[in-house]
């Protein structure tokens, strides 16, 4: 693994240590500014074996807050690839990190038989004892049909493409397995204003489960499919849109920085809201003319969201439905993290991380909360016991 950040660019100011969440709820973690640049200058000398880094959730918020630019998080990723490396993963880490694949290997059976299979006593105790913490929320599988019903769409664009263009929805794993009903509702959407919109059935995973879970090589080949196939795309003159802000970023903005020995490739991934939202300043799509809906709303700004820069576009979108009245409840990450606040000895930090967002939820006297991120809902509805819906899925409903 070659490296390209120079930790020297650090201050020391220590700002991206008050705005981690992980540092805030814990005294294990040594925090951002210690465990990314400062222990850098040791690992740059070969010495890889600083256990801190297990407590970083890749959340970004250090990054996000850093005024002279240290990208902390990839520094520590990197960091957990080579603390991993001669290591024997744990069975916890290799479920995590393959969920995408295991999601594709049970596409054909029917929810019922794999949430049961998943969310009953005997399989969460065993769960737990592989380190799953029991409390933990797990997502659930979404319908068969439902799921089967996104991929319905995996044909190549062949030379029609919609009177306004061709877009290639990367689902993502979450949105592939659990949540399909938002990317269907994103497919309605795009093809009312002339969109063309496939699903391309090469993409894999964007490899961040992995990462997280310290399988860098595996991590990096799903980054080298992906970038393969959204390279082809590109060059058809096809849009790439992700639902999911992670994925977005991961295969959008990341991977050169994570995997700088492959071809530095880079194609634009579109997070699924902002290119909704930038068709709407466009006056593609008539939202003021939309069906008012009457609900009192709550909107999480997921913090990839934050990391990817695009402001918070569903946000944006929502103020602007007729009817809807919508706080921003700005108060900081939901503690999940991907599968961060699932994993034993971890969990407590995800509810103690979240609880500030939990607790400003309730308070706003929402009826219904909305955020881009799958985890950020499944953590929401687990904190707050509120129904969590993604902005565009809101938006098909009223359009
Ligand atoms: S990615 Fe999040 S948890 Fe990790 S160091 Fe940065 S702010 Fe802290
Ligand atoms: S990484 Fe950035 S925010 Fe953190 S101490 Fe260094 S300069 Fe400051």
């Known amino acids: 693994m070659s490296r390209r950040f120079n930790p020297d660019e650090c201050t020391a100011c220590a700002v991206c240590t008050v705005h981690c969440p992980v540092a805030a709820a814990t005294p294990c973690f040594r925090g951002p500014k210690m465990t990314g640049p400062a222990f850098e200058r040791l690992r740059l000398f070969g010495l890889h074996d600083d256990d801190s880094v297990e407590y970083c959730s890749n959340c970004k918020n250090c990054d996000i807050s850093c005024p002279s630019g240290v990208p902390v998080s990839t520094f520590n990723m990197l960091a957990r690839a080579a603390y991993s490396r001669d290591k024997k993963i744990p069975p916890r880490d290799l479920l995590i990190g393959f969920s995408g694949d295991i999601g594709k290997l049970v596409r054909h059976i029917p929810a019922f038989l794999l949430n049961f299979g998943m969310k009953n006593p005997l399989t969460r105790l ?55 009903g938002v990317g269907l509702d994103i497919i309605s959407l795009l093809e009312k204003v ?20 310290g399988l860098y090589d595996a991590a990096r080949e799903r980054a080298e499919k992906n970038r393969r196939t959204a390279l082809g795309l590109h060059e058809q003159g096809m849009t790439i849109v992700s639902p999911c802000p992670s994925c977005a970023l991961m295969v959008g903005q990341e991977y050169e920085a994570l995997f700088p020995e492959d071809a530095p490739v880079s194609v634009p991934v579109h997070e699924a809201a902002s290119f909704v939202y930038s068709l709407v300043e466009e006056g593609v799509f008539d939202i003021a003319g939309a069906r008012p809906i009457a609900e009192r709303l709550a909107y999480h700004a997921p913090c990839h969201l934050r990391a990817l820069g695009m402001g918070r576009p569903g946000l944006e979108l929502l103020s602007r439905m007729p009817g809807v009245r919508v706080d921003d409840v700005n ?32 308070e706003s006297g929402a009826q219904l909360c909305v955020s881009e991120c799958g985890s950020c809902r499944t953590s929401i509805e687990h904190g707050t016991g509120l129904p969590v819906a993604h902005p565009l899925t809101l938006l098909a409903r009223a359009l």
Do not use: W
């Open 126 to 180: 065993l769960l737990d004892i592989i380190g799953l913490d029991k409390r933990a929320p797990l997502p659930a599988f979404a319908p068969l049909n439902q799921r089967q019903a996104l991929f319905r769409n995996t044909k190549h664009i062949s030379g029609d493409k919609g009177r306004r263009g061709a877009v290639a929805l990367f689902p993502g794993c979450f949105v592939s397995y659990y949540e399909p």
């Open 194 to 213: 002339g969109y063309e919109v496939i699903v391309p059935g090469d993409f894999v995973c964007c490899g961040l489960p992995l990462l997280c879970a």
């Open 331 to 362: 108060a900081g990450c939901c503690g999940l993290s991907g599968s961060y606040g699932m994993k034993k000895g971890k969990y407590e930090i995800g509810a103690q991380t979240g609880s500030g967002l939990f607790a400003a939820i309730r």
